[in-house]
């Protein structure tokens, strides 16, 4: 087993409205006043080998990118802390600031993630210029050698984001976030908006990176298919804390938790059979809303093996290599 | 809908190209565009085609005061719009009036766009406390009319060029404040604005070279109603008194000046520098109501 | 049997800046009655104005050149907007990706689906809320008779697509066209909507154009599929057959394309290139530029030939046994 490299130790984001003058004014009058605290990512921890990619699995909602940003160092924890090699990722204060660039981040929306009126020689350079990665004589090449690693001709450098398709943003959105030569990579659903010819192209290049450079990632997503070609550990997530975690091939073909069941019992598979019959075993009911969370396991509501105690009690994720948090989690082959 | 959700890539000219020609579609914006364009034009060249140096006391002959449109004075020179009080010739004080009001608007303008985009871009990305300070003194600012609080500073500050200046541009600065702390907070919550966050770069390149270049279009928008206000608000100081010195006449101190002889059929000396003022005013809006029209995402069809 | 939709030669272009745009070119395929059809493709590939077209939606810039779309053998291209609207909702009708942007905010529901009713049919008060409340619970919304005094935003984005699918249902068209109406549902609640369509097909007899991206989803409802590339419809037939053995290049490396086939950490099998622009098409088969397979003869138009239940536009197709 390889050395851990990112450390997340009870970390957790809430995010509470500011409250507005006429608001305080009211509280201070004797009014009562509604505070609306999303619970975004709730005690969260686990770690990040050396080398591996972690898959971050979860519906929208969940805190999966919310998470990601966190160790990503855009946002600061309301609680716990990340760490890479023991270092803090944010640094400390009224105002945390971002303390290293050894992790990187790989937006979802490749239109949004790049600055529309600057070229994206700019765009990749900017940063490595400002850290002294490179020198100001030597940028073209640089930014032309990180091109070249994702795919694109030097050329592209000189034009401007809206000249190229999604895809090829998204190259460059990859190629921004290598240049600033990260140990890990941060991605929050780097594929989900590409069509499916051109998602192969990007999946194939971040296998190819991870050959090459030998890149930690964080890779979050949606998509279960995705995940399970591209991870070697998986993290499921739901409203706010992870319930299961554990190497790829365990958590889809031996899942331990309702939740990662249903999940994967509501993926539409590819039919091939022709008289095979569809079925889905869709997960009763909705997400409840993340500004009141049930008490207890989040999930007791919607779980088909719920009991008495799910609904007090909040199971913890155990320490196992496949750990789950689940008061009753299901045995193997069930 | 999606439909059709396809990349031109024919259609990659420039942005600006694109403003340009739908610009082009509307004929009253071009025809104020090139009102503009020429009163500024005429306004640059002022020295070379003016009849007279109106700010040269030396060549003001006091026998041609008062004298109407027409009038061939002892300069030897016809006064196309007759002369005022002093004797100065009326066609010569309007285009050194709009050279004076024209360069006021636009430093004016410029200053407070250059003040009110950074506050406003810098209290959206930093946020909290600090945010809602610079917010709430541009709010307070705001409830206050601009007159109101260029008057006053106008008269602290005495008369001049530079004083004037300041006192414009404390009226205006405001207005860019807010329209780039709207803007900024807008793009403040977009993906690039994050990425440079987990390079992460500085809060000045953030502000400098990325959010504030992609605020630019409704400051744009904000900038050209400005700048008419501020011509026009430093014509109603220099009307009122409280602009420029006497012995360089703006065109609010010509309206003021020819006021008074109004009842007495003098009507000339107030009537043309007005009309001048008027219709580069009208001009300035015109075209600023097409650049809004054209940059408001809200109006895009 | 005839086919209750017939769509024959469809081609609809748009007028741009850069020229002129073939969205949808020659497409011709049938629907039957309670059949659910898949339509397939990437962004770009014509799908959507599919659809549009068949409801006569097309906005100037863009037209329908040619073809024709006949419901029940009765002439819908040409039709005048009158005639049209007539049709829409009460004989084709069309759930979209985003039920927030179809619903009204300002308006309950019960108030936006009794307009909608009211549009074709002149009904009780009384009688238009009962139609209402039941089709809600055909959707499998609880407490419909509750439900239908509340706002869309009360409602969740899965229960929203709900209300959105009970409005299309209301006036019970023979037809629904249903764009990416899973696409920005969570995976447990795209299963629950999808099971509620697969039975209310059956149920109520009526038949679905269902347009996606994503060949899993549409596998899991349709019996047929037609696949779209550059506004063209490549390759058509019974669902399993397709699925089982492509013959188009395009549709082997769509499904080549899904994580899944490959072993898990292996390179998947990936298409080279872009889909082409559509106002600068290449002369001859759209996807020969991104083909393996491309030889000369691709430089022609391939037609679509049909053999018994499939239809395929290609000049060099594919072995059955290529499996």
């Given amino acids: 087993m390889s050395a851990m490299l990112v450390d997340v130790v009870s970390v957790s984001k809430r995010f509470t409205p500011s409250v507005s003058v006429g608001e305080r004014i009211a509280a201070w009058l004797g009014s009562p006043v509604e505070t609306r605290t999303v619970h975004a990512v709730d005690d969260v921890s686990f770690h990040i080998r050396k080398g591996e ?24 924890p309301s609680a716990g802390r990340a760490t890479i090699d023991g270092l803090p990722v944010m640094g400390e204060g009224r105002k945390p600031l971002k303390t290293t660039t050894r992790i990187q981040m790989v937006f979802q929306d490749p239109f949004a993630s790049l600055d529309p009126r600057i070229r994206i020689g700019e ?109 070697d550990r998986v993290a499921i997530m739901y409203l706010g804390r992870i319930v299961e975690l554990g190497p790829t091939a365990e958590i ?57 105690r799910c609904r007090t009690d909040a199971p913890r994720l155990d320490a196992a290599a496949h750990s789950v948090s689940c008061h009753f989690p299901l045995a193997a082959g069930e | 809908m999606s439909a059709p959700p396809v990349p031109v890539k024919a259609l990659a000219d420039t942005p600006f190209a694109r403003f340009r020609d739908e610009f082009k579609t509307s004929p009253v914006a071009v025809a104020a565009l090139g009102v503009v364009v020429l009163i500024c034009f005429v306004a640059l060249i002022a020295p070379l085609i003016s009849p007279q140096n109106p700010y040269d006391l030396a060549r003001l002959v006091l026998s041609d005061a008062r004298r109407p449109p027409g009038y061939v004075g002892s300069g030897g020179f016809t006064h196309w719009l007759g002369t005022d009080a002093q004797g100065r010739d009326v066609l010569s004080a309007i285009l050194y009036g709009l050279r004076i009001s024209i360069q006021i608007g636009l430093i004016a303008g410029g200053i407070a766009f250059a003040l009110g985009a950074t506050l406003g871009a810098f209290a959206a990305y930093f946020g909290g406390r600090l945010e809602a300070l610079i917010m709430r003194i541009i709010d307070l600012q705001l409830s206050f009319p601009a007159i109101l609080l260029a008057l006053v500073l ?66 744009i928008v904000v900038a050209t109603v400005q700048i008419a206000n501020s011509i026009a608000l430093e014509a109603t100081l220099s009307f009122l008194g409280l602009g420029l010195p006497i012995t360089e006449p703006s065109l609010g101190m010509l309206i003021a000046n020819g006021f008074q002889y109004m009842l007495s059929g003098r009507y000339w000396i107030s009537i043309y520098p007005g009309v ?26 | ?82 005639a049209l609207r007539s049709m829409r909702g009460r004989e084709i009708a069309m759930v979209f990706q985003d039920p927030s942007a179809t619903l009204n905010p300002v308006l309950t529901i019960g108030a936006q689906m009794q307009l909608a009713i009211a549009a074709h049919e002149k009904l009780s008060e009384q009688a238009a809320v009962a139609r209402c409340v039941e089709v809600l619970n055909t959707v499998g919304i609880p407490d419909a008779a509750a439900r239908i005094r509340a706002y869309p935003h009360q409602f969740s984005g899965g229960m929203r697509q709900r209300v959105a699918i009970a409005i299309a249902l209301l006036n019970r068209p023979k037809l629904i066209i249903c764009d990416e109406p899973t696409t920005a549902l969570d995976v447990s609640i ?80 990936q298409i080279r290139g872009a889909m082409p622009s559509l106002i600068a098409l290449p002369p001859g088969c759209a996807f020969q530029p991104r083909c393996g397979f491309a030889r000369a003869e691709c430089a022609t138009r391939p037609e679509l030939t049909v053999s018994g239940a499939r239809g395929l536009r290609c000049h060099f197709p594919l072995a059955e046994a290529a499996e």
């Avoid at chain 1, 984001?161 to 030569?181: D, E, T, W």
């Avoid at chain 1, 500004?291 to 093996?305: A, D, E, I, K, Q």
């Avoid at chain 3, 080549?256 to 950490?265: C, D, F, K």
């Fill in chain 1, 53 to 76: 990619v972690l898959g971050l699995v979860g519906e929208s909602g969940c805190g999966k990118s919310t998470l990601g940003r966190v160790i990503a160092g855009i946002h600061p």
């Fill in chain 1, 123 to 231: 765009t990749i350079g900017e940063g490595p210029l400002a850290h002294g990665l490179v020198g100001k004589a030597d940028v073209h090449a640089y930014v032309a050698q990180w091109l070249a690693a994702v795919g694109l001709p030097a050329e592209a450098a000189d034009r401007f984001p809206h000249q190229f398709s999604g895809g090829q943003r998204q190259r460059v959105a990859i190629a921004r976030a290598l240049a600033m030569q990260p140990d890990v990579l941060v991605c929050d659903e780097p594929v989900a908006s590409l069509d499916v010819s051109i998602q192969a192209q990007i999946i194939n290049l971040f296998l190819k990176l991870r050959r090459e450079l030998d890149v930690t990632m964080l890779f979050i997503s949606h998509d279960l298919g995705v995940v399970r070609h591209i991870s």
């Fill in chain 1, 252 to 308: 889809y073909d031996r899942p331990r938790h309702p939740y990662t069941r249903a999940l994967l019992d509501s993926v539409p598979k590819l039919v091939t059979g022709s008289d095979e019959l569809v079925t889905f075993k869709p997960i009763q009911g909705e997400l409840p809303s993340p500004l009141s969370p049930p008490p207890g396991c989040h999930f007791h509501l919607r779980c088909p093996s719920a009991q008495a």
């Fill in chain 2, 154 to 219: 106008a008269a602290v500050l005495g008369q001049g060029k530079w004083p004037l200046i300041a006192a414009l541009v404390t009226a205006q600065y405001a207005y860019f404040a807010r329209t780039a702390h709207g803007a900024a907070s807008t793009e403040r919550s977009k993906d690039y604005v994050d990425a440079a966050l987990s390079t992460p770069l500085a809060a000045s390149r953030v502000v400098f070279r990325h959010i504030l270049p992609n605020c630019l279009p409704p400051l």
């Fill in chain 2, 276 to 301: 001048a003022l008027i219709v580069l005013i009208v001009a300035i809006n015109l075209v600023g109501d097409q650049v809004r029209d054209q940059l408001n995402p809200r109006l895009k069809r």
């Fill in chain 3, 1 to 82: 049997m005839s086919a209750l939709l017939e769509v024959s030669g469809l081609t609809t272009r748009f007028s741009t800046r850069a020229g002129v745009l073939n969205a949808v070119e020659d497409v011709s395929f049938t629907v039957d009655a309670g059949e659910i059809v898949g339509l397939v493709g990437e962004s770009g590939s014509g799908k959507s104005v599919t659809g549009f077209s068949i409801l006569g939606l097309i906005d100037p810039p863009g037209r329908i050149v040619s073809g024709s779309v006949k419901l029940d053998g009765r002439e819908l291209v040409g039709l005048d907007h009158g």
């Fill in chain 3, 190 to 269: 795209q299963a629950q909507i999808l099971t509620e369509m697969k039975s209310l097909a059956a149920r109520l007899g009526t038949a679905m154009i269902w347009i996606s991206h994503d060949l899993a989803t549409v596998s899991s409802v349709a019996s047929r599929i037609l696949v779209m590339y550059a506004g063209r419809l490549i390759e058509s037939g019974p669902i399993a057959d397709v699925l089982r053995t492509p013959r188009h290049p395009y549709t082997l490396g769509l499904l080549n394309s899904l994580p899944g086939i490959a072993e898990p950490g292996q390179d998947l099998v």
